[in-house]
């Protein structure tokens, strides 16, 4: 069984995986918590779902926030007595990249593409919608060619409710018509609709540039919120990363053993 973990700037999402599948996840806040903390979340989260340490061969992780790193390896340590195989430069993780710089391409999103590429062909537009909507685009060939990074839209909305003294703080949920006729209603309709028109016409554009049509997957803690409002038909996972991870890790023991 492996522990795979992606560790995001608002949520830390740890899975078991079987057989590659995902038996059991877990969700917790991105928070400064010390190795024995995040070990004890673990601990108490996974025994309600009846997984016990004992049952771990390996671990992944893939974090985006530099301080955690350290802390959730040392974590996956004291809990599951496994050394995790960290995402990052030097992994070999089957991606093509072809952006200018790879080492600028987050470990979050290489799992989301190695996840993405284990269940649909190319081209591929990926959405991811977290702290940010984040979209890129698989090739032929799966080559990474980039892509956008737009403000998520919970973000968006604490920085109008933070920055416009009239503006309240209000829940991410859509309103019941685009058209809102109060600024609670106004405000949800440019934080759903606006986002998932945004995903819309990036899609377009990116379709523009690749020559063709593509096949579209949506993640993210923020997909379900948003994605059902989008016009263009996207399958949603929520498990890319966790699948991805399990991919590198296995690509990685193979390595090994050559």
Not at 113 to 142: F, H, M, R
Request: aromatic share 6%; with cysteine; proline share 4%.
């Amino acid at each position: 069984m492996l522990l795979a973990i992606d560790a995001g700037n608002s949520i830390v999402t740890a899975g078991c995986i079987e057989s590659g599948a995902v038996t059991a996840r877990a969700v917790f806040s991105t928070a400064r918590r010390t190795a024995d903390e995040y070990a004890t979340l673990f601990a108490q989260s996974f025994a309600m779902r009846g997984v016990m340490p004992q049952g771990f061969t390996g671990a992944a992780i893939a974090c985006v926030v530099p301080q955690l790193i350290n802390v959730l390896h040392e974590a996956v340590k004291l809990w599951a007595g496994v050394d995790a195989l960290i995402v990052g430069a030097g992994v070999k993780t089957g991606l093509n990249i072809g952006i200018d710089d790879p080492s600028q391409l987050g470990a979050d999103l290489v799992a989301i593409a190695v996840g993405a590429l284990n269940g649909y062909e190319p081209p591929l537009i990926i959405a991811d919608l977290d702290t940010a909507t984040t979209l890129y685009v698989i090739g032929p060939g799966s080559r990474f060619l980039g892509g956008a990074i737009l403000p998520g839209a919970a973000v968006s909305l604490d920085a109008l409710a933070g920055t416009a003294s009239l503006l309240p703080n209000i829940q991410l949920e859509a309103p019941r018509r685009c058209i809102g006729t109060n600024t609670n209603d106004c405000m949800k309709s440019g934080a759903v609709f606006g986002t998932a028109s945004a995903i819309d016409g990036m899609i377009d554009r990116f379709e523009h540039e690749l020559g063709g049509p593509a096949r579209y997957v949506a993640t993210g803690a923020l997909a379900r919120r948003i994605v059902p409002y989008c016009r263009h038909e996207m399958e949603i996972d929520d498990l890319l990363s966790l699948k991805g991870l399990a991919r590198i890790w296995e690509r990685s023991q193979r390595a090994k053993r050559k």
